[in-house]
C-alpha cells in the first residue's frame, strides 16, 4: 500500500493559520496540550468537556496534531471509497456539489475531500457542529485550503450550522435539503451508540435522484467498541444501502460474532514533522494510521459489486499462527500460513 501523504498546501495552511490565530500556541504550550487531550481522547473521555474545541489551547493543540491525523484517515478512506464508488458508478458527479460534515470539528473531513481528486466546479459545503469557535475556524480553514488546492476555481460556498447533530438533522429532513457527500469523521464515537437512528436520519438527507442516492462515509478511531458499534449499525441497515467500503459483500458481518476480531484499515503514512515528535514522545505508532470507516449508499442494490463477492476479500487480522484472516463473502477464510502478512485492509482478489 502507498503511503498516504497530505498536500504541502494542507501543511502551509495550518502554519500561516496557527501563527495568526494562535500566536501564544508556542510549540512548549500545544506539547502540552496535545498531552492533556490525547489523555483525555482516550482514558479519561469523562474529563473532556463537551465544548472543548471552543477552548483556544485545545483547538490549537487538535489542529496541530489530530487534525492532520484526522486528513489522513479520512484521505485513505475517501481514496478508497472513490476508488471502488467509481468502479460501480456510484461516485457523485453532480454539476453542484452538495456535501454536509457533521460533527466537523476544523473540517478534516471536509479537507480530505478536497483532496480526493476532480470535484466539480462548483462545491456547496455545510458543516455542521455545536461547537461554534471550531465550526468559525473550519469555515476559515476550508476556505483557505480550497483556494490552495484550486487557484481558479471558484471558492466554494461554505455555510454552518451552530447545532448538535440530531435538531439539525430533523430540521434538515423536514426542510427537504438536499447532499450528494454526508461525511462523519470522530464524531458517532462522542454519542451514545446504538448510532443506526442517527444514521438512518443522515442516509435520509441525501439525494435520492443521484446515481446510487448519494453517498455517506463513516470514519471512527479503530478501537474495539467504536469498530463494533459502526459495524452493527451497518448490519442493522445492510438491508436498505448498499456498502462501497471497507466491505466487499452485501452481508452481514462475519466479526460480530466473535469477541476477540473487529474490522479496522492500516495504511503507511507520512506524518507531518510536529506530529512525528509528539507521537513519539506519547508513544503512539507514527508511521501510519488507522481506522474503521463505512462506506453506503441510501439505497439497497444500488449496484452490483464491483468484483464477485466469492472472489473478493478483505484481511481483518494481523498475521496469526493457522493463517492471516481474510473475510470473503460474508464469512471468515484463512490464508496460507506461509503467505507473507499483510495488512489489515487490504484487499484481495482470487
Ligand atoms: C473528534 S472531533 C472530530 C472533528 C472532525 N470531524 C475531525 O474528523 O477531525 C468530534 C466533533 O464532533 C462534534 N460533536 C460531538 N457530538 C456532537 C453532537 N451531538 N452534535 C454536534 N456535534 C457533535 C464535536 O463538537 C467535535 O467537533
Same mark, same amino acid.
Given at each position: 500500500m502507498t503511503p498516504v501523504a497530505l498536500p504541502q498546501a494542507y501543511l502551509d495552511v495550518t502554519s500561516a493559520f496557527m501563527n495568526e490565530r494562535?500566536?501564544?500556541?508556542t510549540p512548549k504550550k500545544v506539547a502540552g496540550d496535545v498531552q492533556r487531550m490525547s489523555d483525555a481522547f482516550t482514558a479519561?473521555?469523562?474529563?473532556?468537556?463537551?465544548?472543548? !474545541? /471552543?477552548?483556544p489551547p485545545s483547538r490549537s493543540a487538535y489542529l496541530a496534531f489530530f487534525h492532520p491525523q484526522q486528513v489522513l484517515r479520512a484521505l485513505s478512506a475517501i481514496q478508497e471509497t472513490r476508488r471502488r464508488a467509481e468502479l460501480r458508478g456510484l461516485w457523485p458527479k453532480p454539476d453542484v456539489l452538495r456535501v454536509v460534515d457533521l460533527g466537523?470539528?476544523?473540517g478534516a473531513m471536509t479537507w480530505a475531500l478536497l483532496a480526493s481528486g476532480d470535484l466539480p466546479e462548483q462545491i456547496e459545503i455545510t458543516l455542521v457542529d455545536h461547537q461554534k469557535s471550531a465550526l468559525s475556524d473550519a469555515r476559515d480553514l476550508v476556505l483557505r485550503v480550497a483556494a490552495a488546492l484550486r487557484p481558479g476555481s471558484p471558492p466554494p460556498r461554505v455555510r454552518t450550522a451552530v447545532s448538535q447533530l440530531q435538531p439539525w438533522l430533523d430540521k434538515a429532513a423536514a426542510e427537504g435539503w438536499r447532499y450528494d457527500i454526508a461525511l462523519l469523521g470522530?464524531? !458517532? /464515537?462522542?454519542i451514545k451508540p446504538p448510532w443506526a437512528p442517527m444514521i438512518q436520519c443522515v442516509l435520509a438527507i441525501?439525494?435520492?435522484?443521484?446515481p446510487g442516492g448519494g453517498l455517506m462515509l463513516i470514519v471512527e478511531p479503530a478501537l474495539p467498541p467504536f469498530a463494533r458499534s459502526l459495524v452493527e449499525a451497518r448490519d442493522e441497515l445492510v438491508g436498505s444501502t448498499t456498502t462501497i467500503?471497507?466491505?466487499?459483500?452485501?452481508?452481514?458481518?462475519?466479526?460480530?460474532?466473535?469477541?476477540?476480531d473487529w474490522c479496522f484499515t492500516v495504511r503507511p503514512a507520512r506524518l507531518p514533522p510536529f506530529v512525528i515528535e509528539q507521537a513519539r514522545r506519547l508513544g503512539h505508532q507514527n508511521e501510519e494510521v488507522r481506522y474503521a470507516f463505512w462506506a453506503a449508499t441510501p439505497?439497497?442494490?444500488?449496484?452490483?459489486?464491483?468484483?464477485p463477492e466469492d472472489r473478493h476479500g478483505r484481511i481483518v487480522s494481523d498475521p496469526v499462527p493457522g493463517g492471516q484472516v481474510l473475510c470473503v463473502a460474508g464469512e471468515r477464510e484463512r490464508r496460507d500460513e506461509r503467505a507473507p502478512g499483510l495488512r489489515r485492509g487490504a484487499l484481495l482478489r482470487r
Open positions: 494562535f500566536p501564544q500556541a479519561d473521555r469523562e474529563e473532556l468537556p463537551g465544548s472543548y !474545541l /471552543n477552548h466537523a470539528g476544523l470522530g464524531v !458517532l /464515537n462522542e441525501l439525494d435520492g435522484p443521484a467500503a471497507p466491505c466487499t459483500h452485501a452481508r452481514t458481518c462475519p466479526l460480530l460474532r466473535l469477541r476477540k439505497r439497497a442494490g444500488a449496484a452490483l459489486p464491483e468484483h
